[in-house]
């Protein structure tokens, strides 16, 4: 309530007051006649004075209501004024998280001879759970995408962990199974509360072509070679939930000019307001629309899929992150 709410409602209070104890008054004087005779008078002003006492009590118990009132609008404004503060602190806190979290992830656009990349990261809160990583080594285009369960800080900080795990070790292993085994291993420890990770790797060959990856869990990705189709690649369990997992490593050759489109379940399972979900089928049906276009870029198929999963969840708010990145593998021919 605010400080006019609390003045009228005196104002109000008072007024009452004042014309309930004129009635009574008036009654009084109606009842008495125009004229007090003598030997009536001490009975007359006896009951007057009683009216004024009960006038004056009303007065005093609406003055105590009204203190009343102030009171508890001040604690309550001051209540909301910490909580407004408190909230700023942590809006303030998770901006930094955020731009933290941002800065730990590659460049969105990537070119060079063989490959280009463009991917693409949109949080459903503040800080997310999802993540993606690329860089060249030796010839080779390592590269990752990850979604951890839940949302929001938990899920950030776990992140964080998986992609500081993954930098280290695959700057010494090429294998994508043994990367994601030691990955596991090293997520399973003190997971007290049971959080896990879907994980794609994969080593890209930028000479050859070879592509050697390795799933755990995660979606499967679509790759446009000719035509639009879904990796075949065996699921195996997410990272974190038991040490002792093995991991199946695949193989396959990229022809020149396919395209890998990897993303998160943000993707496929953002629902529309009659709970219909986006689905596998829809992010086909994009590609291939993009496909028979004239730019066929990485950044045009990461825009498009965007355009369409928000406009299928049309003012559903966004319930998951989104990650999406897309690798066209274009070597030059000699």
């Known amino acids: 309530m605010s400080r006019m709410g609390i003045v009228v409602i005196a104002a109000i209070m008072v007024e009452a007051i004042s014309i309930v104890q004129y009635e009574r008054i008036n009654r009084i004087m109606v009842e008495e006649g125009q004229v007090v005779q003598e030997n009536e008078a001490n009975e007359f002003h006896a009951r007057i004075q009683t009216v004024r006492r009960h006038q004056v009590g009303l007065v005093l118990l609406g003055l105590a209501a009204l203190a009343f009132m102030i009171r508890r609008y001040a604690l309550s404004e001051q209540k909301l004024r910490e909580a407004d503060e408190e909230n700023a602190r942590i809006g303030a806190e998770l901006k930094v998280a955020y731009d933290i979290q941002q800065s730990m992830l590659p460049p969105r656009q ?72 030691v990955m596991n291993e090293e997520l399973c420890r003190g997971n007290e509360n049971n959080m896990f990770l879907t994980f794609f790797i994969g080593c890209l060959d930028l000479y050859s072509g070879e592509l050697t990856f390795a799933n755990a869990g995660h979606n499967k990705p679509f790759l446009i070679s000719g035509e639009v189709s879904q990796l075949d690649t065996k699921a195996n369990l997410p990272l974190g939930v038991f040490p002792e997992t093995r991991f199946q490593q695949q193989t396959c050759t990229l022809s020149q000019g396919t395209t890998l489109v990897l993303y998160t379940d943000g993707l496929t399972e953002a629902k529309n307001s009659d709970r219909k979900q986006f689905g596998t089928g829809r992010v086909k049906e994009v590609l291939e629309n993009c496909q028979r276009g004239d730019d066929f870029s990485p950044e045009t198929l990461v825009t498009a899929l965007t355009e369409a999963v928000h406009g299928f969840a049309g003012s559903e708010a966004q319930s998951d992150d989104l990650t999406l990145m897309v690798i066209n593998y274009a070597p030059k021919l000699n």
Do not use: T, W
């Open 110 to 181: 990537f070119q060079q001879d063989e490959v280009e990349i463009f991917a693409s990261l949109v949080p459903a809160r503040e800080v997310g759970g999802d993540l993606f990583d690329y860089y060249v080594r030796d010839g080779k285009l390592f590269f990752c995408i990850g979604d951890v369960s839940g949302k929001g800080v938990p899920s950030a900080m776990l992140m964080s962990v998986a992609h500081s795990i993954f930098r280290m070790v695959s700057q010494r292993i090429n294998s994508p199974a043994e990367i994601l085994q």
